[in-house]
């Protein structure tokens, strides 16, 4: 048995199988991992999965699981596979389990035997790049080094040996009450011995993903993809999230390949950014629950690459704290994702393929109203907005406004678009949400919605949990159907805001930065009130972009992104949309807090998977900057009155003359980071309004 306790690095391998019938009526995956595998716990794992599929989508899913399994063997070399032993069957309509449930479920007699042909595919073996700088540190050392570093392979990375197989017979017998009985000869698969050497810490984490093609005229017979990044993200400080940012970089950069192969013949190539073939259905999930470091998933899952459709082993890895206990949900949410120049146009797409109708009728039948009564709340995010300059970063009213018309179209008559002030009140006149909706061109007179600012309606209310006795907007709160529609911008606290940041917007209090950012920081309240006033359904507008180190302020150079995002559940929509900035979702402190409360769905995204072009992220120091500047209020204040810029509509308050100085000595930054301001717009008309046509 591998030792994997000693030094900063361990060494541990495994061996996996993936079969698939020919006529696609099965998928088994079963896997043999050894003691460390794969983040150095004192654990090993092996495992079976099944998944039977019958006559009009009916599927039948059986796994076990443990440390070792009687009965099982794994022998790929001499064209073995073998398990004799127990089966759990998930109940109809489950298709995940944890590791440590499955002792609460039934287990059946099962025998599972193939007679394999394995083609080793030498020519295509997948090597993920291993660094060379741990090895010449250890040459120069010499034989101290065994002491300090442990005495495994010097070279970190994995290798992955993989061989194409044939089923020349075989049979899978599930004793169940309605039994199964499989020929599985002619089926095609995938066997590999996996070596791997790593740090222990950061801890790394892999996304995998093994297509098979039983047919013989398809065009590849497997493709196997692998992505490495680091496990946990954030979280830890400004030196470890920095070397967490750092080996991130680096691994989403170098540490990723993939490997198609025919008729035995393969080939490998480099693979950075996200994964080829896209994920579409779960079929069947294994969670291994009980490592300490964190989570490890096999899931049976339908994927499609260039149009093929095929059943696929995927392996994904996520940290303890992104396992709230919602996760042992069955929930599958779908994130749907259009890119179009027409933005307009790209929302409809997005409303098509989310469902949205059925979601507003169905929210009016579950509670027993008629639609046109439906209390439908809108939450934009226009309050941070500076200048018409500069629409990346306040979400588009004409987006807004089209989905308030589909909701008419629908037979809402009860729609109210909301926000609450925002800091900016601190330091301009007019900052009240009526005056800045107006500005950006709503109408306040317009029959079709409502604007309501909830600061000036705020009430007492008890939200226990952390955030306990504060204020809430009675619109928020009495709305039956409440709908995120985010602006997609970076975030200089929390790297990215997106649906979950845009509902702290919904927080009353005006004095945001005090209140929120000081008192009680902005995470936990945001969670708090999403437990008593959740999501029913989440947009994004990703149509033009802020990005950069400020993009939640300004951008000078915006992102033109033509994406809109949309789904039902905003971990989900905002994962995806993360993903899409090439950041790793759990960096945010939002998302973070989230997944601990509510769990983390399991995220298909659909659509557009390209990453955007030219996407600038915030730093790690910028956000442990602003992290601290906020814990003292009078200095994060002070960067506040000098660092800002707004359109003459709201005329500055009168700032103390060492505010003026420090604005003047500073004006170079602002032009750095900000569009020039626009100046007084005619009296009495707004700049822009978006409302329909008046007749005399």
């Known amino acids: 048995m591998l030792d994997v306790s000693v030094g900063v690095t361990f060494h541990t391998s495994y061996r996996n199988l993936v079969v698939v019938g020919a006529g696609r009526d099965f998928c088994l995956v079963s896997g043999v991992h050894e003691r460390g595998f794969p983040w150095g716990d004192p654990h090993a794992v092996s495992d079976v999965l099944l998944a039977v599929f019958g006559a009009g989508g009916a599927v039948r899913r059986f796994v076990m699981a443990g440390d070792t399994l009687a009965g099982l063997t794994h022998d790929v070399v001499s064209g073995r596979f073998e398990y004799r032993g127990k ?77 194409a197989l044939r089923v020349r017979s ?52 497997g493709v196997i993809e692998v992505l490495t990044d680091v496990l946990d993200p954030g979280g830890g400080g400004l030196g470890e999230d920095t070397v967490a940012a750092v080996a991130s970089g680096l691994l989403r950069k170098t540490a990723g390949a993939t490997q198609r192969w025919k008729d035995g013949v393969a080939s490998a190539q480099p693979l950075s950014g996200q994964l080829a073939s896209a994920v579409v259905e779960p079929v069947l999930k294994l969670v291994w629950d009980g490592l300490e470091t964190g989570y490890f998933e096999r899931k049976i899952v339908w994927a499609e690459r260039a149009g093929a459709r095929a059943l696929a082993l995927e392996e994904a890895m996520f940290t303890k704290s992104a396992y709230g206990a919602a996760s042992r949900a069955q929930a599958i949410e779908a994130v749907h994702v259009v890119k179009s120049s027409d933005k307009l146009s790209a929302l409809d797409d997005v409303l098509a393929a989310t469902g949205f109708d059925a979601v507003v009728q169905g929210r009016a039948r579950e509670l027993g109203v008629d639609i046109a009564a439906l209390r439908v709340v809108v939450k934009p995010n226009f309050m941070f907005m500076y200048s018409l300059n500069d629409p990346s970063t306040y979400t588009d009213p004409e987006l807004v406004l089209h989905l308030v018309d589909r909701l008419h179209a629908l037979g809402c008559r009860d729609v109210k678009i909301i926000e609450a002030q925002s800091a900016y009140g601190n330091y301009f006149e007019g900052r009240e949400v009526r005056n800045v909706a107006e500005y950006i061109g709503y109408r306040l007179d317009d029959p079709r919605y409502q604007v309501v600012d909830l ?242």
Not at 103 to 130: F, M, T, W
Not at 192 to 210: I, N, Q
């Open 87 to 163: 089966l759990c069957e998930l109940p109809a309509g489950h298709w995940r389990v944890g590791q440590s449930e499955l002792g609460a479920l039934p287990a059946i007699d099962a025998e599972l035997v193939l007679d394999l042909e394995v083609v080793p595919l030498h020519a295509g073996a997948l090597k993920l790049p291993r660094a060379q700088w741990l090895e010449d540190i250890k040459a120069g050392l010499g034989e101290q080094a065994n002491s300090a570093l442990g005495d495994e392979h010097a070279r970190l990375g994995m290798a992955i040996d993989p061989g």
């Open 455 to 696: 600061t000036t309606e705020m009430v007492p209310f008890d939200y226990g949990h952390k955030l306990g006795h504060h204020f809430v907007g009675p619109t928020w709160r009495d709305a039956q159907l409440r709908i995120s529609f985010a602006k997609n911008k970076t975030h200089t606290w929390a790297y990215y805001t997106l649906s979950l940041k845009n509902t702290y917007g919904c927080l009353p209090m005006q004095n945001k930065l005090r209140e929120y950012h000081h008192d009680r920081e902005i995470y936990y309240p945001t969670t708090d009130a999403l437990r008593h006033f959740p999501l029913h359904f989440c947009l994004i507008d990703a149509s033009l972009s802020a990005d950069g180190q400020f993009g939640i302020f300004a951008d000078t150079h915006p992102n033109q992104t033509e994406t809109i995002i949309g789904g039902k559940d905003a971990i989900a929509v905002d994962w995806v949309a993360a993903s899409k900035m090439g950041l790793h979702p759990m960096l945010s402190r939002y998302m973070r807090e989230a997944v601990a409360a509510f769990g983390r769905p399991e995220v298909v995204h659909l659509g557009d998977r390209t990453r955007y072009p030219g996407w600038r992220n915030v730093a790690v120091a910028m956000t442990e900057f602003w992290d601290r500047a906020e814990e003292h209020y009078g200095f994060s204040d002070l960067l506040f009155r000098v660092l800002n810029e707004m359109d003459a509509r709201f005329k500055r308050k009168k700032e103390p003359w060492h505010v003026r100085l420090l604005r003047w000595l500073t004006g170079w930054f602002r032009k750095l980071v900000f569009k020039r301001p626009r100046a007084l717009a005619p009296p009495g008309v707004p700049p822009r309004a978006l409302g329909p046509k008046r007749t005399s």
């Open 170 to 221: 075989g049979r899978l017998l599930v004793h169940a009450a309605t039994p199964i009985d499989l020929d599985a000869a002619g089926a095609r698969g995938e066997s590999e011995h996996g070596d791997y050497v790593a740090l222990k810490a950061p801890a790394v984490g892999y996304h995998y993903l093994c297509t098979v093609y039983p047919e013989a005229d398809a065009a590849d017979d």
